[in-house]
Nanobody, 115 residues
Framework: QVQLVESGGGLVQPGGSLRLSCAAS????????MGWHRQAPGKQRELVAEVTSGGLKTYAGSVKGRFTISRDNAKNTVYLQMSSLKPEDTAVYYC?????????WGQGTQVTVSS
């Protein structure tokens, strides 16, 4: 089983930046995909960005050009650099990992974009 622990959330003004980190532990070998999902109040959970073990990245259209996902396989850590943040980016952000078809989720970290 893969355990995921997120950090780096908080309150930021519109236009600001935040960096989320997620450390994986436990059964970390052969994790195929790591990424970030988010859930805003009253909305469904959605994919934000993900990266494969080979470095292939996918972004939601709403964050493309503003968010950057990166992965350090040696540290079993995935990052989400968020820039030009908007109020609509406010959500709980969840780290995710996919290994042999089985998904794991972190507990989530709150990101609030407000003046």
């Amino acid at each position: 089983q893969v355990q995921l622990v997120e950090s780096g959330g908080g309150l930021v003004q519109p236009g600001g930046s935040l960096r989320l980190s997620c450390a994986a532990s436990g059964s970390i070998l052969n994790i195929n995909v790591m990424g970030w999902h988010r859930q805003a109040p009253g909305k469904q959970r959605e994919l934000v960005a993900e990266v494969t073990s080979g470095g292939l990245k996918t972004y939601a259209g709403s964050v493309k050009g503003r968010f950057t996902i990166s992965r350090d396989n040696a540290k079993n850590t995935v990052y989400l650099q968020m820039s030009s943040l908007k109020p609509e980016d406010t959500a709980v952000y969840y780290c995710t990992a996919l290994k042999r078809g089985v998904g794991s989720w972190g507990q989530g970290t709150q990101v609030t974009v407000s003046s």
